[in-house]
């Protein structure tokens, strides 16, 4: 039994108060809620949340978009799963839904996103891999749907963000191997145009002009944002005319990699070549142990969602302090590896 009609005619009462009583309305006495809800779970009634989200106007879903494809996320991404545990965790107080908006590597990013506005599916939008001129911010910023970045653009929309702090990253990474002695710094980036790449390019080569240093346009190694891009990588990392003595990896998954590269052509990190790069629970197995930085991605999903919600009519009075804008600290972990 699945219709409100058929379970108000089993009750011998009428729709309206049914439709009350599940709804939690003062004006329906206890005995008879009781009665609806224990009949509603015997009949297996199901409510129309269509027709729900209709009437309010709502859809009581936050989307949260993301690109899919092994050349993005490797042989597995812990980093959106500890993210999206702490969206949820916000949104559960609200009894809102999280749900992952996947587009593939293969469709252009704003045409997709374009599709999921015009349906009206989500109340608010996460988005993530964001591009150094983005067209989903302005398409977004149109329609009036609230949404926050998970990541930054050159053409940002005044739209509420939270991205990883790279540029303090660059900033320690640097001076760490400087002060180490090391001359020839290389640095390892992705592949196309994420943002994050030239934020965290550009605040090298500032944090190496500090020193009377230069970033070699030959020792940025581009290589796609997985394990087997960081092989490649310290293969052409290897084959450098002017062979550098230290590489920072921006992403987490090329580490491992980089690692397998030069082990196999019998370089150690720490002691042949300096190694930095972020954290991933599969680092943690790495030997000589690895030099990096840690963000608290729950905790960054927990304030992200805090953030969009602020931005949100109906829940904005639960967060009257959240930020709009905000580099989120990493935290620095020495290890052996450089």
């Given at each position: 039994?699945?219709?409100?009609?058929?379970?108000?005619d089993?009750?011998?009462?009428?729709?309206?108060?049914?439709?009350?009583?599940?709804?939690?309305?003062?004006d329906?006495?206890?005995?008879?809620?009781r009665?609806?809800?224990?009949?509603a779970?015997?009949?297996?009634?199901?409510?129309?949340?269509?027709?729900?989200?209709?009437?309010?106007?709502a859809?009581?879903?936050?989307?949260f978009?993301?690109?899919?494809?092994?050349?993005?996320?490797?042989?597995?991404?812990?980093?959106f799963?500890?993210?999206?545990?702490?969206?949820?965790?916000?949104?559960?107080?609200?009894?809102?839904?999280?749900?992952?908006?996947?587009?593939?590597?293969?469709e252009?990013?704003?045409?997709?996103?374009k599709?999921?506005?015009?349906?009206?599916?989500?109340?608010?939008?996460?988005?993530?891999?964001?591009?150094?001129?983005?067209?989903?911010?302005?398409?977004?910023?149109?329609?009036?749907?609230?949404?926050?970045?998970l990541?930054?653009?050159?053409?940002?929309?005044?739209?509420?963000?939270?991205?990883?702090d790279?540029e303090?990253?660059?900033?320690?990474?640097?001076?760490?191997?400087?002060?180490?002695?090391?001359?020839?710094?290389?640095?390892?980036?992705?592949?196309?145009?994420?943002?994050?790449?030239?934020?965290?390019?550009?605040?090298?080569?500032?944090?190496?002009?500090?020193?009377?240093?230069?970033?070699?346009?030959?020792?940025?190694?581009?290589?796609?944002?997985?394990?087997s891009?960081?092989?490649?990588?310290?293969?052409?990392?290897?084959?450098?005319?002017?062979?550098?003595?230290?590489?920072?990896?921006?992403?987490?998954?090329?580490?491992?990699?980089?690692?397998?590269?030069?082990?196999?052509?019998?370089?150690?990190?720490?002691?042949?070549?300096?190694?930095?790069?972020?954290?991933?629970?599969?680092?943690?197995?790495?030997?000589?142990?690895?030099?990096?930085?840690?963000?608290?991605?729950?905790?960054?999903?927990?304030?992200?969602?805090?953030?969009?919600?602020?931005?949100?009519?109906?829940?904005?009075?639960?967060?009257?302090?959240?930020?709009r804008?905000?580099?989120?600290?990493?935290?620095?972990?020495?290890?052996?590896?450089?």
């Amino acid at each position: 039994m699945k219709g409100i009609r058929q379970l108000a005619d089993h009750l011998d009462i009428s729709i309206g108060t049914v439709s009350r009583a599940l709804n939690g309305k003062p004006d329906v006495n206890e005995e008879t809620r009781r009665r609806v809800f224990e009949a509603a779970e015997k009949f297996g009634y199901v409510a129309n949340q269509a027709g729900r989200s209709l009437r309010k106007g709502a859809t009581g879903i936050i989307g949260f978009m993301m690109q899919t494809g092994h050349d993005i996320t490797g042989q597995g991404d812990t980093f959106f799963m500890s993210v999206f545990d702490g969206v949820q965790t916000v949104l559960a107080r609200h009894k809102l839904d999280l749900v992952a908006l996947l587009c593939s590597s293969e469709e252009d990013p704003d045409a997709y996103l374009k599709r999921v506005v015009a349906r009206s599916f989500a109340d608010g939008i996460i988005l993530s891999a964001t591009r150094y001129r983005d067209g989903r911010f302005g398409t977004l910023h149109k329609t009036g749907i609230p949404f926050i970045s998970l990541g930054r653009s050159q053409n940002d929309a005044g739209q509420p963000w939270y991205d990883l702090d790279f540029e303090g990253m660059a900033d320690t990474a640097i001076e760490r191997l400087v002060a180490q002695g090391h001359r020839r710094i290389a640095i390892g980036r992705p592949e196309g145009d994420i943002n994050l790449g030239y934020v965290f390019e550009d605040r090298c080569r500032a944090a190496l002009a500090q020193h009377g240093l230069t970033l070699d346009p030959a020792h940025v190694f581009r290589s796609r944002p997985n394990e087997s891009g960081g092989y490649r990588l310290a293969q052409n990392f290897i084959a450098a005319p002017t062979k550098p003595t230290a590489m920072v990896l921006l992403n987490e998954a090329t580490v491992i990699g980089f690692y397998r590269g030069l082990e196999e052509a019998g370089l150690m990190p720490g002691r042949d070549v300096a190694v930095i790069g972020q954290y991933s629970p599969m680092a943690q197995f790495l030997s000589p142990r690895l030099t990096c930085f840690r963000p608290a991605l729950r905790d960054l999903g927990v304030a992200v969602a805090e953030s969009l919600l602020a931005t949100m009519p109906a829940f904005a009075e639960a967060y009257p302090e959240a930020p709009r804008q905000c580099l989120w600290p990493m935290n620095f972990i020495e290890g052996e590896s450089g």
